[in-house]
């Protein structure tokens, strides 16, 4: 899109779609028991790679005696979450809309956030948020360096900055070997809902974000012609506007559930805990909190109970500026995070919390230890798989290709493709998965004789 040509707003009426990748043809139109989107959830909840979640690290280490939120529980508070968020949105704007014929579509923000919700981090590897950097480490560091020269530059871009949030589309969408077309099947509507970044590799600038690999491009390029989704310049689309809800949903439930978590491990005090979240209110609701405070015996409890005040606040004041800045989102013009434009009082009180969660959790011992074990794994069974599948034939290959599963192409035409496989892999490992493949492709785990 040139500088001439003026951006035509988004429409809700086709930003909400019920039409299924890969099975368009398939689509009836009618009103059943389930609606498509809550047939997103279900499909979600029943899916080997949401079942994975739960042995892959959010923030700390799996498993412990104390338990702490893992990329399940992350997920699954994120939707309810974001559900809540998009329920406070639809409701403002059906009155905006009351007119309409389409009104009746808002009530499927919900369903549609809270899928979204749901399948965010499919894509991310094991080992928390260092397994990215690792993988795209693996190509900018490691011995995948000699491979990139071997790449078309947005090939090449693709794994120097790997991305879960692309790789949760692929995961999604991709048609696996001997699986159905369309991936997962799942509506046009929360496909796009996922997407962060809508645009390719070869946009993700010094961040590294992207939201779709090369071989995807094609597909989230349908599904936002589809929806109505302008493409502001090759390669970079808006987002569709539930993406900041579930993209909200995400930023609240890390920052506040990764303090609590730290409370329960004693990494932070309670009396540290509590003066966070009872900045987030003003003088008259601090006090009501803590008489409540002052009627439960269990710490464990104080909090919960102030990190669920916490939330509340803070998901109706992102609603209130979605709705706000509607206009703005569905003319793609709109930057930044809701959260960015809550009220003052609470922008301060999340800051604080994200400047305290870097200095006191992110940089805890035990975290930076599951960091630097996970990058040692991932690196090795990166440098093994990839050169079984560059050199297939070589008999230590033939027998590591054999315990690949058979959905990953590890024998395609394109190097491109051969990587990729290799990645599908890596990235769809659990923790405790990726930890035994190493002893046993070490030698130190072997069956009993």
Known sequence: MNENEKIIPMEWDRLICDLRLGMEEYHDGQHHTRSDFQRDYDRLVFSSPFRRLQNKTQVFPLPGSIFVHNRLTHSLEVSTVGR????EVSIRLKE??????????????????????????????????????????????????????????????????????ANSFRLLAHQFSGRRR????????TLASIVKYPYSSLHAGGKGKF????????????????????ELEPGRFARHPLVYIMEAADDICYQIMDLEDSHKL???????????????????????????????????????????????????SCAEAFVENEERIL?????????????????????????????????????????LGGNRIITYLMNTLMEA?????????????????????????????????????????????????????????????
């Open 84 to 87: 809540s968020m998009a329920t």
């Open 96 to 165: 905006k809309y009351a007119s309409e014929r389409w009104v009746y579509k808002l009530d499927e923000f919900r369903d549609i956030v809270a899928a979204a919700c749901l399948c965010h981090d499919l894509g991310n590897p094991p080992f928390g948020h260092s397994g990215e950097k690792t993988i795209s480490s693996y190509f900018s560091e490691g011995k995948g360096k000699d491979l990139i020269n071997c790449l078309s530059p947005q090939e090449a871009a693709d794994f120097l900055n790997f991305e879960g949030n």
């Open 182 to 189: 369309g991936g997962m099947a799942m509506t046009y509507s």
């Open 211 to 230: 939201g779709f690999f090369k071989s995807e491009e094609d597909t989230y390029r349908k599904v936002a012609t589809r929806l109505g989704i302008p």
């Open 266 to 316: 004693k990494i932070m005090s309670e009396a540290e805990i509590t003066a966070l979240f009872l900045s987030f209110f003003e003088p008259e609701r601090q006090e009501r909190c803590r008489r409540t405070l002052s009627h439960l015996e269990d710490p464990n409890e104080r909090v919960a109970y102030l990190r669920s005040n916490v939330i509340g606040e803070m998901v109706v």
């Open 331 to 371: 003319k793609g013009e709109f930057i930044g995070p809701l959260t960015s434009l809550m009220s003052a009082r609470l922008r301060d009180a999340y800051s604080a919390c994200s400047r305290t969660a870097w200095n006191r959790i992110y940089c805890a011992p035990e975290v930076v230890d599951i960091e």
């Open 389 to 449: 599948v560059i050199h297939p034939d070589r008999n230590y290959s033939q027998l590591l290709l054999s315990i690949m599963p058979n959905q990953y192409d590890t024998r395609a035409e394109t190097l491109y493709e051969r990587i990729q496989s290799v990645l599908d892999h890596v990235s769809g490992m659990t923790d405790v998965y990726a930890l035994n493949l190493y002893r046993k492709l070490n030698g130190h785990s072997l069956p009993a004789v």
